[in-house]
Structures are given as structure tokens and as C-alpha cells.
């Protein structure tokens, strides 16, 4: 894989995450104790983004922040790791946060407040018309809202820039914002919420699964399955990708920094779509050896030096 530097935008959320690691989860009504508090810089668009930065793409932020420590906290990390932040704009809300419970055996589950993250409107997204017109890609989540993504993806359209919209959390939407996707990448619970059915860990069950994406105007399906691998369908195409088998301590950013090196990595015709795919693999399987969200999330050489 040949280092790229493409043009990258993402919108998307800002958080900080407060991390509590535990035995397992309390069940209802219970009360446990918490082995070990910490921070670190994280929100879904935080992490994709650095995942591609680290990657080699030239990467710009549209995305929103509170007029507080955090706010400014975020921004000098997305800084410090090269990412254009002209376009981050300050909310009158508090920056969005993250609360994490990390279980012993690296699953997670969390609990996510927007804050400024869903102040962000389509008049940002359009103050940033020429940025993403200017684009290779764009990558979206929905840690911020719908009708910014619409706009981005819009503006992305008319100027033919790749679209990759990451459905997480999962919500239903219209089929207006699929059709403008050229790929939908859940991961297996979100792609069933999305398309009402359940999708299990096998090729009839994906192929199902990416039917009825294609019924909804996906161009595009690249579903994640954690330690399953993942699932791609295109038009003329589809298959497997196998995960690479690692002790996992924190997977929290693993599907992000799987589609952040996907995005720096993949070719504008797809003619790499596996070989960019299974980078992206391992890409994840670094990053959830090591604890923290964007902290973990492994550069190109790292990713190379694995691959070797």
C-alpha cells in the first residue's frame, strides 16, 4: 500500500471521553466499584478523522465546539495531528462528552452527550461549500445532525467528491441521504437496525443484509463484525475481509480508525477495495491493543510494519 495524501473532510463530533474501567457492567439496581478513571480526547469524527491524518491524508474538520476547556482541548489535538480546523466552529453549549464503560475484556459500552456537536447546521456545512468541493472524500457520522450531513453530501454531489456515510448511533433515515452515500458502512447492530432485520455472522445473512441496502439506494455496503472481520458488497462485487486475530484491551475506536484508514487508503476508481480493506483491518486490530479512543488509533508505518 502506497502512501496517499488525499483530500479529506470529515464532519462529525468533537467529544471528550471520560473512560471508566470495570469488571463487567453493573446489572439494574447494582452498585460497583470503578477499578480506574481516565480522559482522553475522542468523539466519532475526532477519531476518524486522526485515523486518516495518520494515514497520510490531508484532512479537514467541519464540526462545532463549546466555548470551554474541552472545546479548546479538541481542537489543539485535531492540530497537533495536522487537520485543518478552520472550519470548527464555537457554540453556546458545553463541548460534546463521551462516557465510557470499558469491561476487562476490552468491550465497551457508552453513553454519548452532543452538546455543540448537534448545533452544527447546514450554515456551517455551507460556510465550508468550497473545502469540500475541493475534496477527494467526505466522511460523515450522526453524532451530528442529519439535515448537515444532507448539506455536505449535497454540496459533495455536485462536484462528484466521494461520500461515506458511517450510520452510528444507529437511526432510521430517509433513503434521500443513502442515495447521495457511494458507501454506508454500519456495523452488524446498526445495519439491522436500519434495515429492520436481524444480520448475522455469515455470507447469506450479509448478502440479505446488503439487498436490502441496495432497495434503500445504497450504492455501497461495507458492514464492520468486530472480530468477525467485515463484509463488502458493491455493484459487480462482494466478500469477506478476516479480522486479524489480537488481544483486544480497548475497542472503542476500533470501527472508527477502520473507516478513517479505509477512507486515506481506498482509490478513487476502488480498483484496491481489498487490499484497502484489509489495511483497514489491521489498522483496527492495533488500535484496540492499546486503551483510549484516538490515543490508540495507529500511522501508516505502524500499520506497515504489521502488515510486513
Known sequence: MKKQGKKIVVLGSLNVDTIQHLDKLPKQGETIHIQDLTSAPGGKGANQAVAAARQGAQV???????????GR????????????????????????????????????????????NMQVSSEDVLAASELIARADLIIAQFETPIDATMTAFEIAKQHHVMTILNPAPAQKIGPELLALSDFVTPNETEAAALISRSVEFNQASLNQAAAAFEKLGVKNTLITLGEHGSFYKLADQSGMI??????????TAAGDTYIGSFAANLNGDFSNLVQALTWASRSSSLAVQKAGALPSIPNFEEVQAAMQ
Do not use: R
Not at 60 to 70: L, R, T, W, Y
Not at 242 to 251: G, N, R
Open 60 to 70: 479537514s474538520f467541519i464540526g462545532a465546539v463549546g466555548d470551554d476547556a474541552n
Open 73 to 116: 482541548f479538541m481542537t489543539q489535538t485535531l492540530v497537533d495531528n495536522g487537520i485543518d480546523v478552520s472550519h470548527i466552529v464555537t457554540k453556546n453549549v458545553p463541548t460534546g462528552a463521551a462516557y465510557i464503560m470499558l469491561e476487562a475484556d476490552g468491550n465497551n459500552t457508552i453513553l454519548v452527550y452532543g452538546g455543540a
Open 242 to 251: 478476516p479480522s486479524f486475530k489480537v488481544k483486544a484491551i480497548d475497542t
